[in-house]
């Protein structure tokens, strides 16, 4: 299966493309799926109403269904009020009725990585197009399980035993149910959670797809966002271009806009040598119905271009490099294209480092092989951060 998340700049039109990209899918012969949270613009593109508990029909071969965070929050809540209700009813709290529940900020995240997860790991379909946020804001919604895991492993590391298998001597002294186990539950319906949502997005099968239009700032704007997805592990398989003019136009005013389309056009294909880069016309209208998404994606042979089938290569792509014999160090290579020297930042803490590259920033646990080593430099190369280590007999275990 193939899952390919849409993004781009704000405006840039990245729900019609979605719609588009599932819609070429879906005329090369695959069963194509459009998630989106965004209803209204969807559907307005669509030219039909999206259901929430099931796919809505679009075209033969396409179905669409709008993710509904209000209703995820609402269930999820109600559920972790009912089996908390011992401790509630211990604190004197009274409970909440559906009707009166509101989402909060943040559930809309969670119910597209929850709706990301079960479309994954169902048989239904060949391809899932994903409608995601923003860039900035899709960058650190794919972080989010990552973190989220973290911070449970920190708070609550599975491993203290001792101190689990006190809690009902705890309880008996008490004289009060402990709730240290229903936190160690919850921990660890989170934690299978998350993990079958990070197996989704670190699929080879799972790839991010920018959308933009071809300003003069395009390329750089995408230079920080492919950084971003970098850091994260996160794969861009394409750029599509939105809404050009043709060229060749007889008045002034749109062939020198065309022309300067055409310069950044020229700027995106130098930023991105190794990824596809497609250009989609613009139509003199906002597309509506799908009828006119086929004029967007060149008719039945697709031409916005659906990735094909991934090969299945789960490698970590941050690698170490062993130079002892040569230099007396190991290195660390980080791919980050489109990372520039300035708003780079590296910091070792414990076992662990901090890389930042400008507003985004990723925590990875130090390899075994460099937890005996101190961080001696660090260079940006070609798009490569590569990071020194020299083994340091300090930090070697201390024998008895």
Request: negative net charge.
């Amino acid at each position: 299966m193939r899952t390919v998340l849409v993004t781009g700049p704000g405006g840039a039109g990245r729900t019609t493309l979605a719609a588009a990209t599932a819609l070429a899918g879906a005329r090369q012969g695959a069963r194509a799926l459009l998630l989106t949270t965004e209803p209204s613009a969807c559907e307005a593109v669509l030219g039909t109403p999206l259901g929430a508990e099931r796919p809505t029909p679009i075209a033969p071969g396409l179905h669409a269904r709008r993710i509904d965070p209000g209703d995820r929050f609402r269930q999820e809540f109600l559920a972790f009020q009912e089996r908390a209700g011992a401790a509630l009813d211990l604190l004197g709290a009274a409970p909440l009725d559906e009707d009166e529940l509101t989402e909060l900020p943040g559930a809309e995240d969670f119910a597209l990585l929850q709706a990301l997860r079960a479309e994954h790991a169902s048989d239904d379909w060949d391809l899932v197009v994903v409608d995601m946020p923003s860039a900035a804001e899709t960058i650190r919604l794919l972080a989010l399980p990552a973190q989220v895991r973290r911070y449970l492993r920190r708070l609550l590391p599975p491993e203290r035993q001792a101190a689990r298998a006190l809690r009902p001597v705890l309880a008996q002294l008490a004289g009060v149910p402990m709730p240290a186990q229903k936190l160690y539950d919850a921990a660890g319906r989170w934690e299978t959670e998350l993990a079958a949502v990070q197996q989704a997005i670190d699929d080879p099968g799972t790839s991010v797809r920018l959308v933009t239009e071809a300003g003069p700032v395009a390329a750089a704007n995408l230079r920080t966002i492919r950084a971003g997805l970098a850091l994260h592990g996160r794969r861009t398989d394409g750029v599509v271009v939105n809404r050009l003019l043709p060229t060749g136009s007889a008045d002034p005013f749109l062939a020198a806009l065309s022309g300067s389309q055409q310069t950044a056009l020229k700027a995106l294909r130098e930023e991105f040598p190794d990824v596809p880069v497609h250009e989609v016309p613009h139509l003199g209208r906002d597309p509506q119905g799908v009828a006119e998404l086929d004029e967007l994606i060149g008719g039945p042979d697709g031409g916005i271009g659906v990735p094909g089938p991934a090969a299945a290569d789960r490698r970590d792509p941050w690698t170490v490099e062993d130079r002892l014999a040569t230099d007396g160090i190991l290195v660390w290579r980080v791919p980050l294209p489109g990372a520039e020297r300035r708003g780079l930042g590296l910091v070792r803490r414990g076992d662990e480092i901090v890389v930042t590259v400008g507003r985004f920033r990723r925590i990875r646990t130090l390899p075994s092989a460099l937890r005996r080593c101190s961080v001696s430099g660090a260079g940006l190369r070609d798009g490569v951060l590569e990071i020194r280590f020299t083994p340091d007999p300090g930090l070697w275990p201390k024998s008895d």
